[in-house]
């Protein structure tokens, strides 16, 4: 059996602000939102643009920027898994959510997304 790879690469626009949460011990973890986007044509032709909205966790380390440097609007490249958080919501339904864990972030200057 071959083995299975969970490795995530996206390159998209931060949606808004960040939460970062600082930790005792000086570690902080950051909650943000980026949206990439799809286009296609549809049976009639037309061209279509399709905006997915990824939830983005990452814990402060060699391979991350200084978290107070993200804003919104600017291009952020995340490298990642997927993981999937299962809780109860208040209807008492069982929900799953997906985010990405992400070991590596890289902001991108202005001139480089263009």
């Given at each position: 059996?071959?083995?299975?790879?969970?490795?995530?690469?996206?390159?998209?626009?931060?949606?808004?602000?960040?939460?970062?949460?600082?930790?005792?011990?000086?570690?902080?973890?950051?909650?943000?939102?980026?949206?990439?986007?799809?286009?296609?044509?549809?049976?009639?032709?037309?061209?279509?643009?399709?905006?997915?909205?990824?939830?983005?966790?990452?814990?402060?380390?060699?391979?991350?920027?200084?978290?107070n440097e993200i804003k919104k609007g600017q291009c952020l490249s995340v490298q990642g898994k997927i993981k999937t958080k299962n809780f109860e919501g208040r209807d008492g339904q069982s929900r799953a959510v997906n985010e990405i864990l992400a070991y590596s972030l890289k902001i991108h200057a202005l001139e480089e997304t263009e």
């Amino acid at each position: 059996m071959e083995k299975t790879i969970n490795r995530v690469d996206i390159k998209g626009y931060v949606g808004a602000d960040p939460k970062i949460t600082t930790f005792e011990d000086g570690r902080q973890v950051v909650r943000l939102h980026v949206a990439t986007d799809d286009h296609y044509k549809d049976r009639s032709g037309e061209w279509k643009e399709e905006v997915t909205w990824h939830t983005i966790i990452a814990w402060s380390g060699r391979e991350m920027p200084d978290f107070n440097e993200i804003k919104k609007g600017q291009c952020l490249s995340v490298q990642g898994k997927i993981k999937t958080k299962n809780f109860e919501g208040r209807d008492g339904q069982s929900r799953a959510v997906n985010e990405i864990l992400a070991y590596s972030l890289k902001i991108h200057a202005l001139e480089e997304t263009e």
